[in-house]
């Protein structure tokens, strides 16, 4: 039985499945509003303009789930990217794999504990939406518009997710 | 001295101006994830593609203002919509007016206290961030691109807001 670690969060080594969305990952910043405010300028790839898209902002609202944690599938959005931004700072879980065709060696765990967001790039394979401990609302810009954006895949290989603070 | 009033923040209040983002104001939604998610769907009217535009997603970090509050200018982004989706639930306000030649008869306040966000339409007169209690960050969906997209205007009446909670 594989039991994948979960790793921290950082811009690195999430790099090659998008982008974290949070004010301190080196991104660009000013100060605007007469110096009231600090403008951390573009911190994700939205990709959602593609073959007719229009970028859609949602709210998921996650029911939490119960470790120990089996994963069986993952999905991926050929046609757009896909973000989700916690509206709590209750911590979540983060799963993909790299774009093309699925390779189950290369999927890795991420354990999100400070309120940070993720964006998913257009085709990156990821679970659905982990929240933990209580349900938790998270903002989600992705894309509308035509054409088949789903994409499902059951595992060969079902994994067990490290269980968060052991 | 003119005092503007603080409404509470609804649909039907703020649908001149644009977008009230929160999971309960009545939009479609549904089921996904194999029922662990509702989905709510398509909040705001994301207006960035205008000229050439695309979607930009940023945090703003806003220290907070203290009461009394007194209003001296507004501003409004002519090529694309801005939207404000608070990463806490502190309170905040929004002050507006509608689109066109700026109407200061016609400036509206609302104060947010249930962690809505807001969406800008374009062109929609409104005033910079105004977080309250202390420092308070937004995500942030605006327009970047070539053009210009700021104008800002000066009060020829200088505004106070009524102090929330009072």
Chains 1, 2 share one sequence.
Request: include cysteine.
């Amino acid at each position: 039985m594989k039991i994948l670690p979960l790793e921290p969060l950082t811009a690195e080594a999430f790099a090659p499945f998008g982008d974290v969305i949070r004010a301190d990952a080196g991104a660009r910043s000013w100060l605007i509003n007469q110096g009231s405010t600090v403008r951390y300028h573009d911190l994700a790839k939205i990709d959602t303009e593609s073959e007719g898209g229009r970028t859609l902002l949602n709210i998921f609202r996650g029911q939490p789930h119960k470790p120990p944690l089996q994963l069986r599938m993952l999905e991926r959005h050929p046609l757009g990217s896909q973000a989700f931004i916690p509206l709590s700072t209750r911590p979540y879980l983060v799963v993909v794999a790299p774009p093309g065709p699925l390779d189950e060696a290369l999927i890795r765990a991420f354990l999100v504990t400070d309120g940070s967001g993720v964006n998913y790039a257009r085709g990156c394979w990821h679970h659905p939406l982990l929240a933990l401990q209580d349900v938790s609302d998270f903002l989600v810009i992705d894309r509308g518009g035509p054409g088949h954006n789903l994409e499902e895949q059951s595992l060969q290989h079902p994994l067990w997710l490290e269980t968060p603070g052991h």
